[in-house]
């Protein structure tokens, strides 16, 4: 752990907070546990709760470079990892034909393209190179999107947090990354991978944080809408959306609100903006069954 780290619970909630995260104090424990005892950090949650803030935060926190590595299916160790620059190697050979300087010696030719010069260092690699000087932050983003033969090869490399490429030889970290991975829980992380991090579920702020979240976040807008329209995503929550909004979309949805002008809710900016909170047809369309005046108006009296 870097000089930087926090050194407490209390430490990693107000240094979180002042570079604009708002974790209670289960999250910051687990965080701070993480940083402690050098494991990764497995963020499982409903989609909008704010697990990749946390990377965004603790980076900030930390001073540790933020590398992203954003899985998807087909994601491979290559794309990764790291790769070859083909066309740069491609235009090296014709540049020395051109000046008359290649080698006739096969070897010599493939150790010259093979080497560092050529090479393109994904999140992975770059996470345990030796180029740093503080440890980084590598979120790897939505684990649960990639299959299962990366979730292998990712656990033997945070397992030795190095990796061994042929042409050039082993990489190891000297300064080991903080690993925060994030997963929306559309499949099961293996247990392999599981019994190698540290992990949190990370639920819905209460109402009362999450409107301290909107109004860190959008500072512009009216306190009076802050609360009410966080009051109103709470309740959006309860009536069986098939995509329940997140504290991204009660941000959004301030914000589009007070770009509406708006400085506490109404049910036509409601409506007009809806497209900000709820993604889908069918969930628009429960929103406007339950009565968009009534759930407004429970909104403005709690509000």
Known sequence: ??????????????????????????????????????????LEGEPGVGKTEVAKALSALTGGELLRLQCYEGLDASQALYE?????????????????????????????????????????????SDRHEVAPVLLIDELDRADDEFEAFLLEVLADNAVTIPELGTFRAEVAPIVIITSNRTRDVHDALKRRCLYHWVEHPDLDREIAIVQSRVPGASDLLSRQ??????????????????VAETIDWVMALTALGATELDASAVDASLGAVVKYREDAARVRAQGIDALVESARNLG
Do not use: C
């Open 1 to 42: 752990m870097n000089s930087t780290a926090p050194s407490s619970v209390a430490e990693v909630i107000s240094g979180l907070a002042e570079n604009g995260y708002l974790a209670d104090e289960g999250l910051a424990t687990a965080i701070f546990l993480s940083l402690s005892m050098g494991r990764p950090l497995l």
């Open 84 to 128: 070859w620059d083909y066309p740069r190697q491609l235009l090296h050979l014709r540049a020395a034909e051109a000046a008359g300087t290649i080698s006739s010696d096969v070897d010599a030719i493939e150790n010259e393209l093979y080497s560092e010069r050529f090479l393109v260092r994904r999140a992975l690699l770059d996470a345990i």
């Open 229 to 246: 329209v966080g009051r109103l995503v709470a309740e959006l929550r309860t009536i069986g959306l098939f995509k329940p909004p997140g």
